[in-house]
T-cell receptor, first 114, second 114 residues
Framework: AQSVTQPDIHITVSEGASLELRCNYS??????LFWYVQSPGQGLQLLLK??????LVQGIKGFEAEFKRSQSSFNLRKPSVHWSDAAEYFC????????????FGTGTRLQVTL | KAGVTQTPRYLIKTRGQQVTLSCSPI?????VSWYQQTPGQGLQFLFE???????NKGNFPGRFSGRQFSNSRSEMNVSTLELGDSALYLC?????????????FGPGTRLTVT
């Protein structure tokens, strides 16, 4: 069964500093990978996705992620964090075939200090 | 284009009661999935509907059910509510049921069972 691991439960960075959130997946074939962000009391907003092709994908709000098959990782990065980036971030893997089911990691809560 | 809408946004119910939550997908999207989010279990897949048929189901008891209408709108029902059913229920829509498509989430319905 596919699974997603986000090793960091909570991360604190200073505004303007760079950010990297880790995500490792367990899946036999090429996975469909996603990063979502959730602000308090809100739903999930899609930041970016990887299906195939270029392993470095760009998303919204200045985020990017790199797919590394050899490390089974799909880490999320941002060169300069803004205070408004404080939220919870979820990595997810999509099912193959005719199913939309997403399997989520446990999330990483990002705190930004001024 | 309007996003995914969920009603109501907040609900308070008593143990033993039943509840119905509603989800309207993005126009043109025909696949609707439901997720439960709790602090202890994280984001868990409930079920997915496409063309008025349940295509996939997560590991939840039979008290959790759903349906989809011909206009792709979906409802989920929880009968005989338990305290542990308190959660944020998220609906997501996509064009078709496949892991290789983006899913867009609504703001969620916060259910509190007392």
């Amino acid at each position: 069964a596919q699974s997603v691991t986000q090793p960091d439960i909570h991360i604190t960075v200073s505004e303007g500093a760079s950010l990297e959130l880790r995500c490792n997946y367990s899946y036999g074939a090429t996975p469909y990978l996603f990063w979502y962000v959730q602000s308090p009391g809100q739903g999930l907003q899609l930041l970016l996705k990887y299906f195939s092709g270029d392993t470095l994908v760009q998303g919204i709000k200045g985020f990017e992620a790199e797919f590394k098959r050899s490390q089974s990782s799909f880490n999320l990065r941002k060169p300069s964090v803004h205070w408004s980036d404080a939220a919870e971030y979820f990595c997810a893997v999509g099912s193959t075939g005719t199913a939309s089911k997403l399997t989520f990691g446990t999330g990483t809560r990002l705190q930004v200090t001024l | 284009k309007a996003g995914v809408t969920q009603t109501p946004r907040y609900l308070i119910k008593t143990r033993g009661q039943q509840v119905t939550l509603s989800c309207s997908p993005i126009s043109g999207h025909r696949s609707v999935s439901w997720y439960q989010q709790t602090p202890g279990q994280g984001l868990q897949f409930l079920f997915e509907y496409f063309s008025e048929t349940q295509r996939n189901k997560g590991n939840f008891p039979g008290r959790f059910s759903g349906r989809q209408f011909s206009n792709s709108r979906s409802e989920m029902n929880v009968s005989t509510l338990e305290l542990g059913d308190s959660a944020l229920y998220l609906c997501a829509s996509s064009l078709v049921p496949t892991g290789a498509r983006e899913q867009y989430f609504g703001p969620g319905t916060r259910l509190t069972v007392t």
